[in-house]
């Protein structure tokens, strides 16, 4: 499973921000069932960043968000992202789903 939080973040607070995702993605490396987790910035649009990680399942990615140590880290970097979704599986990991039944 993989995850991917996009966010637009204006270049002069990019360090800053930067720094505050390092830690949450530091947090999600920790966790049992990360395989990695990391910051990275779209090479077309500079103000394009995103956190990556990738997880053994959705269980596991659930699981990193669980307490307050969780919450007060993860929070504040979170809720600047672009709200769209962020989880992804291969589509034989995860069946034929119908969102929001249709």
Do not use: I
Not at 66 to 80: C, F, Q, T
Request: proline share 7%.
């Amino acid at each position: 499973m993989l995850a991917f939080s996009r966010f637009r973040v204006p270049v002069p607070e990019q360090e800053a921000f930067v720094a505050q995702a390092e830690q949450a993605a530091a947090w999600f490396a920790a966790c049992r069932g990360c395989r990695f987790a990391e910051v990275v910035v779209n090479l077309d649009e500079p103000e394009l960043l995103a956190l990556a990680s990738g997880w053994d399942d959705v269980g596991s990615y659930r699981r990193a968000f669980h307490g307050y140590e969780a919450k007060m880290l993860l929070m504040p970097v979170l809720n600047r992202a672009l709200d769209e979704p962020s989880a992804w599986a291969r589509p034989d990991e995860v069946g034929f789903t119908v969102p929001g039944g249709r």
